[in-house]
């Protein structure tokens, strides 16, 4: 039985340490919040309970459903018919099925059947080792013409990665098309789902399983620095207490790898220095009208400066309408400092060009939340930027969002690899 550390309590940290005590190791579990969650952390919206950032299940993603089995919860999932739209020079359009596109009006007969060649290879897709080295937007360009990518992907990829947004990786991409296209009932048909009660339900049930099986969990204890003696770790101070440590497995944001793990050798500190991330803002808004009938929207519009939003009541049923607007940028950027009312203002005046139906009296709850590490920049080539997810410090294992890679983040991607760093101690 090893004495094992888990820094950070989200999905993935939560993961780690249920199966480490489920192996019979001695766990104490280390985190900076009050709560435990990280990104999938709630919130109360007035008095809805829901995440800080929208989360959402698809039909692929089984890790999640092996947890939630073993936890005996199997019956809280849900499954919902959802759609997409997509609202380009101020119409809003249905998106996402064969005839969605067959319909839209802002690509002729040539640009659809690339672009829906596109949806139907890449769905269907099982490896992705020869677009790594590729550029998204040279691939998407390669399949579907320059044309399609300046009417339906430049805007997107601008506002979600401003100056990063023509160095992304192609693999990356792709998973997500493959992701939502593999979660359907039919070729005409989404299909996504939620856990009851929300993503909370899953945070709770894993903290109590740590907890019942002898487990330690350690609120509001930030991590200061990860030990070691000879080449192995040795023990982390948080909180400043001192935790003995065989083991350590590390989820915090690799930004911060720097800073807790100084005596990593300096050429995979350099490693972890050279992923960039890039900060969110997420405005949740809860009003009295819906906005649109869609899940997710995609947005192409000159005057609105979002890729897109989520109207996450047409997934899981709450009280009223919950929207979430996201705000994707570099911490650098001058937007990033506005105040939180400059945000929800800015985000009612996008939902209004979106549906002029809707009303500031609408509003009925607004909350803002920042994040400053909220998505890696997976440029061509990501995976061997990379250092090894076992460090050269033995007992050591480092891994936050990034290692998902080519997947994008997500509750399964989290489960996966938070289970499989337990494993290996």
Known sequence: MARVCVIGAGIMGLAAAYEAVRQGHEVTLLEGAPEPGGMAAHFMLGDISIERFYHFVCKTDFPTFELLAELGMSDKMRWVKTSMGYFVDGALHKWGDPFALLRFPHLNLIEKFRYGLLMFVSARRERWESLETRNAREWITAWCGA???????????????????????????????????????????????YIEGGSETLVHALAAAIVQRGGTIRLATPAERIE?????????????????ADAVICTAPTPLVGALAPDLPAAALDAYRAIVNIG???????????????????????????????????????????????YYMPVTHPKWAWDVEAFIDDALQCLMRVNPAV???????????????????????????????????????????????????????????????????
């Open 147 to 193: 044309s399609v990518y300046e009417k339906m992907w430049r805007k997107l990829f601008e506002f979600k990665f401003y100056e990063y947004q023509d160095n992304i990786s192609a693999a990356w991409i792709w998973t997500r098309i493959k992701r939502i296209g593999r979660s359907r009932r039919s070729l005409l048909q989404e299909e996504l789902g």
């Open 228 to 244: 070691s003696s000879d080449g192995r770790v040795t023990r982390v101070r948080a909180g400043g207490t001192l935790f003995p």
């Open 280 to 326: 969110v803002v997420c405005v949740v808004l809860r009003l009295a009208r819906g906005v649109t009938p869609h899940f997710w929207v995609n947005i192409n519009a000159p005057d609105i400066d979002i890729p897109g939003i989520i109207e996450f009541s047409n997934l899981r049923q709450v009280r009223d309408h919950v929207v979430y607007v996201p």
């Open 359 to 425: 009303r500031r009296s609408d509003l009925i709850a607004a909350h803002v939340a920042r994040l400053k590490h909220a998505q890696p920049i997976c440029p061509p080539g990501f995976a061997a930027m990379l250092p090894p997810v076992q460090t050269a410090i033995a007992g050591l294992q480092i891994a936050d969002t990034c290692f998902y890679y080519p997947e994008d983040r997500g509750v399964a991607e989290s489960i996966r690899l938070g289970r499989a760093m337990a494993a290996r101690v």
